[in-house]
Structures are given as C-alpha cells and as structure tokens.
Nanobody
C-alpha cells in the first residue's frame, strides 16, 4: 500500500528550527518529484518546496527561500524539510505529496491537485 507519513512538527519559538520528515512506503521515492505543501487556517494550501529525483535546484516559494531546505535520502526513502529562522506566519499544517511523476519542480509546487498526500504534521511558531 502506497503511503506518505510526515513527522517532525511541533511548537517552536520565532527564530527557531524544525526538521520535517516524509517517509514513503509501498514505492520508491526516487526518481519522482516530491513536494512539501502547507495550509494555514483560512488559507489555501500552497507549495513550499519541491525536489525532483537527484537533479539539483529545488523550487522554493519566495517567502521561504534562504530559510527552508528540501533534501532527500533515497536509502531511507525519505524527504526532509529543514526549516530555520521560523516566523509566526510559517504556522500551518505541512504535507508532503507526489504524483509519481517527474514533472518540473516549479510545476509540482505551483499546480494542484496531486495524487498522493500524507496526513500532515502541525507546525506552530509562537512565543
């Protein structure tokens, strides 16, 4: 059974850091395009960061550039989102998703819907 499971969310103070994990089972993540998305209360879900296979130059949303880093560990079949310098506006439920395709990273992050989603992990940034 194909499954994506996110973890690593929590409560953090502004300026703090978190690392989210998205573990895949039932299929191999490589070489597919994978994305991290988030949805804040009252807002639409948005693409945060997307990565494609082992190709360099992931896509990042403008408001996370320089603060968030998406990486993948193919041996662990897991994609990570390292989040630094967190701000209250980063508060949201974070999801990973894939279409089991190799679309361009910008296409993945800026279009919707997508076929396979995890259940999400809550990130709260507050003092």
């Amino acid at each position: 059974q194909l499954q994506l499971v996110e973890s690593g969310g929590g409560l953090v103070q502004p300026g703090g850091s978190l690392r989210l994990s998205c573990a895949a089972s039932g299929f191999r993540l490589d070489p597919y395009t994978i994305g991290w998305f988030r949805q804040a209360p009252g807002k639409e879900r948005e693409g945060v960061a997307c990565i494609r296979g082992s190709i360099a130059n992931p896509y990042y949303a403008d408001d996370v550039k320089g603060r968030f880093t998406i990486t993948r560990d193919n041996a662990k079949n897991t994609v990570y989102l390292e989040m630094n310098s967190l701000k209250p506006e980063d508060t949201a439920i974070y999801y990973c998703a894939t279409d089991l395709g190799i679309q361009l990273v910008q296409t993945m992050c800026l279009t919707k819907p997508h076929k396979y989603w995890g259940q999400g992990t809550q990130v709260n940034v507050s003092s």
